[in-house]
């Protein structure tokens, strides 16, 4: 059973900056994609950024299209989420998980099979 552990996550003002990290306890190229999703209090968890494991494609929610920048290091079986220019609507839980699915894109949560424990994000002054 592959694992997920997401670290990096804290407490960060607005227009602040962090870093979140997935580290896979296997080979990240033996599925398709890890996709980075959050959930905040009362809402349903919803897809963040993505990206494909064998050709780095990247794929991106609105809300954060062009803040938060995803990347691997396949060698290290890492994925990491860049987030930048964070507001209060960031405040949530954010997790990362795998997926074998070739519509990775489209955030379908039941595609996306092992999920890490979160790591979690506030964002306030």
């Known amino acids: 059973q592959e694992q997920f552990v997401e670290s990096g996550g804290g407490l960060v003002q607005p227009g602040g900056s962090l870093r979140l990290s997935c580290a896979a306890s296997?080979?990240?190229?033996?599925?398709?994609?890890i996709g980075w999703f959050r959930q905040a209090p009362g809402k349903e968890r919803e897809g963040v950024s993505c990206?494909?494991?064998?050709?780095?494609?990247?794929y991106y929610a609105d809300s954060v299209k062009g803040r938060f920048p995803i990347s691997r290091d396949n060698a290290k079986n890492t994925v990491y989420l860049e987030m930048n220019s964070l507001n209060a609507e960031d405040t949530a839980v954010y997790y990362c998980?795998?997926?074998?699915?070739?519509?990775?894109?489209?955030?379908?949560?039941?595609?996306?099979?092992?999920w890490g424990q979160g790591t979690q994000v506030t964002v306030s002054s």
């Open positions: 998980a795998n997926t074998y699915s070739g519509s990775y894109y489209l955030f379908k949560l039941y595609q996306y099979k092992y």
């Open positions: 296997g080979s990240t190229l033996d599925y398709s994609a």
């Open positions: 990206i494909h494991m064998s050709d780095g494609s990247t």
